[in-house]
């Protein structure tokens, strides 16, 4: 399989779709290629990966409060 | 015949998200609690039309959204409606790479890479929910099932009920207006100029 060579630029505009695993298998092969011999690219990939990451990680520290899941359990209860 | 019991055990584990995503959605923390617990009676009472075995969590969080849009959603005081600009991708590390350029010591071993962790770990949780709070809703929603479930793109177009073209728009678009609010939030804080002080020092 001939993989086409991306320049930094088509490369980057990938950077979203490749972080949400929504590349094809053609496209997340031509993106491996670049970041393999690119290491700004690689970078720039992985720092997105880390910021993304660091997010996600503080908006699941919320909790339900303690009332709520009581008040839903009492009113399953209820039927 | 389902059972409270039955059905509690799959919604359980999914009620500190399900509150977290009402959360983003109302902005408010009451109506964040009535809006879960209207979820959790509509998804029981039709607890019967769900096939075992396939998603819970993607049918909950349509009941839950669905909710929000039909009796929750109020119009007083919405966010900006959807800028006209784009906010360029990867925006907090452009900002960061400034502040290493601005200070001029990228020779010295100050990295931008460096000071995005930084600022981003300075930012407290609440800075955070502030952030995605400020968005416009059809970003806030997006970004919201994005960061707090691992929906795919598929997975949001079916719970939003929009083609998967949107679902990937509002996600990039949201994700980059959310680091330009979150990097601004910093810089309001202090948080840019005391991350790049202590990378500086070699910290």
Redesign the interface.
Known sequence: MSVNKLTCEQT?AR???YL???LTPMELAEVAQHLEVCARCA??FG??A???D???R????????A???E???E???Q? | MASAAEFELLLSPLLDRAYGVALHLTRDRADAQDLVQEAALLAFRGFAGFRPGTNFKAWFFKILTNAFYTTHRKRRQEPDTVPLDDVPSAYVQRRAHEVVSDEGRAGAGLQSGNVARAVLGKLEIEQMEEAIGSLPEEFRVACSLYFLQDFTYQEIADILGVPIGTVRSRLHRGRALLQKRLWQLAEDHGLVAAAAAAEGRGR
Do not use: H, T
């Open positions: 980057f950077l979203d779709d949400d695993r929504e970078g720039e720092l997105e880390q910021v993304l660091e997010i996600r503080k908006l699941r520290r919320i909790m339900a409060p009332e709520l899941v008040k839903i359990s009113k399953l209860r039927g």
